[in-house]
């Protein structure tokens, strides 16, 4: 299909200081009906959203975290993680949560969703779209 | 095949203009609109790491948001090309891709 385009979210942001985390992340779900090329980056600020073991309860917030767990079940399955972002702030991949997805190409094994990219690779991902959404 | 990026936060204020130079492509615009024209002043102690990280791309400034902010058309930094809202249209209209980083 030829009008299937490469949609890029792109999350800068934290997760619970702002509202801009959670709307992409309903953005996204809203899109991945239309049948699209999608990916997800997490840079800067934004990979603090994938961090694991989030607890709202207590800050009376809603813990949006484990729908990007669900992410797969919308063939949404590509987030691509900045390395240095990473480094910057401390973390590691053993930090974030445990994302996948299953392959329905590969006898639904279940693969990683996220890949740590370079910042380099990063750019390559952002210029390699069709339409990029900020957040 | 590139992108027009625009930036409308102070770079005093936060890193997004840094992330932005941080990930353009050679060749690609960059446009400076709203609070984001800031970073393009010259003279203060962004104005170096501006010109450093933006050496590869073309610097842009949203003019009308300049003179808004009372900021002299003479100190716009050098090499910044200062546009009106049919250009920015026209840049928009142009490229492959329009990102914004917010």
């Given amino acids: 299909m030829s009008d299937v385009k490469k949609f890029l979210y792109v999350n800068r942001k934290a997760p619970y200081g702002t509202i801009y985390a959670q709307e992409a992340l309903e953005v996204v779900l809203i899109g991945a009906a239309f049948d699209q090329d999608v990916s997800l980056a997490f840079l800067d600020d934004g990979v603090f959203q994938l961090t694991k073991g989030q607890d709202t309860k207590d800050a009376g917030l809603k813990n949006f975290s484990p729908t990007f767990r669900a992410l797969g079940d919308y063939e949404v399955t590509k987030l691509y993680v900045e390395q240095e972002s990473l480094d910057e702030r401390g973390l590691t991949l053993d930090d974030l949560q445990d994302i996948q997805y299953e392959d329905e190409d590969d006898d639904y094994n279940e693969k990683p969703s996220i890949i740590v990219v370079s910042r380099a690779q990063m750019a390559d991902v952002m210029a390699d779209q069709d339409v990029v959404l900020s957040f | ?102």
């Fill in chain 2, 1 to 102: 095949m590139s992108t027009l990026h625009t930036v409308n936060k102070s770079p005093f204020q936060n890193q997004t203009l840094i992330s932005c130079l941080g990930h353009a492509k050679p060749g690609d615009s960059v446009l400076l609109l709203e609070d984001g024209v800031y970073g393009a002043m010259s003279g203060n102690a962004m104005s170096e790491v501006v010109a450093g990280m933006g050496a590869n791309v073309k610097l842009f400034v949203l003019g009308s948001d300049v003179t808004a902010r009372g900021i002299d058309a003479g100190r716009v930094a050098e090499g910044i090309t200062s546009v009106n809202y049919e250009e920015f249209v026209g840049m928009a209209a142009s490229c492959d891709r329009v990102q914004n980083w917010l």
